[in-house]
């Protein structure tokens, strides 16, 4: 049976910052040296726009998924920031070494656990299902070697992803919304979660569009949502949370009009 070679993880630094590279100059991930548990890129930071679904003072509760590690940031801020158990499905077993080695990505303990697998084959498998109806947070950062599409966007996984879910638990997934497939991808995600569980964040400057989908979550009113977002500020901006800014850039899902006739 013929098999693929996996990508080599390499680095590289520039102005103080970090950078995880598989094989080409794309970047996978980023740690600034001097301050390592802020989250360097903009499009990482917005992947925890889902935090603005999550009560506050539930913010610790369940457990986190990360299904691609990248450089670890959203995984260092769920053990260091959030405090929450754990599990992070990577493919590649350079890039955990890479992160352990070089972007201060702790090893295995009682709230962390790496699992080396392809996150589609997990997800769909018995190793997702001992997590199914458990997970509150799960982030979704699936990109080939050169950054250029997610390698799993289809319904069924989107659908595997819903599974794992608690009742309130948030999915967020980064896809490049200025790609004339981002339409697409959005409508599967809203086919497997329901079109008023799915909202978008405005695309960053380099094009990335996090999708935030929920399972049976309850929208509050603006002012109860300002009032987390100031939380989330309070206790989080020197990670980089500007949650106050993502209030503005959020906007549910509009299923396509119908042509009539």
């Avoid at 656990?113 to 018995?126: E, F, H, M, N, R």
């Amino acid at each position: 049976m013929k098999t693929t070679r996996l990508p080599h993880a390499t680095l590289s630094e520039h102005d103080g910052v970090r950078y995880l590279h598989l094989d080409t100059p794309w970047v996978q991930g980023a740690m600034r040296l001097a301050r390592p548990n802020t989250i360097e890129l903009e499009y990482v930071q917005r992947m925890l726009t889902s935090l603005l679904w999550r009560p506050t003072e539930a913010l610790s509760d369940g457990h986190a998924l990360q299904l691609g590690l990248g450089a670890g940031s959203i995984t260092r801020f769920a053990l260091n920031g959030l405090r929450m158990p754990t599990t992070v499905v990577e493919l590649n077993p350079e890039v955990v070494a890479a992160c352990h080695a070089w972007f201060r990505l702790p090893r295995d303990s009682d709230l962390l656990d790496i699992q080396l697998a392809d996150a589609g084959a997990w997800v769909a498998g018995p190793a997702g299902r001992t997590l199914h109806g458990e997970v509150t947070l799960l982030h979704v950062d699936l990109y080939d070697h050169e950054a250029a599409a997610p390698v799993l966007d289809d319904e069924g996984f989107y659908a595997a992803c819903q599974k794992l879910l608690a009742p309130g638990g948030l999915m967020a997934v980064n896809l490049f919304g200025r790609d004339h497939r981002f339409e697409q991808s959005l409508a599967r995600v809203a086919a497997a979660f329901g079109s008023d569980q799915v909202w978008h964040i405005r695309p960053t400057r380099e094009g990335n569009t996090v999708v935030v989908a929920g399972r049976d979550v309850v929208v509050p009113g603006r002012e109860a949502l300002k009032s987390r977002a100031l939380a989330l500020e309070h206790r989080f901006l020197k990670q980089g949370l500007r949650a106050t800014q993502w209030l503005h850039m959020v906007r549910p899902y509009q299923p396509p009009t119908l042509p009539a006739g």
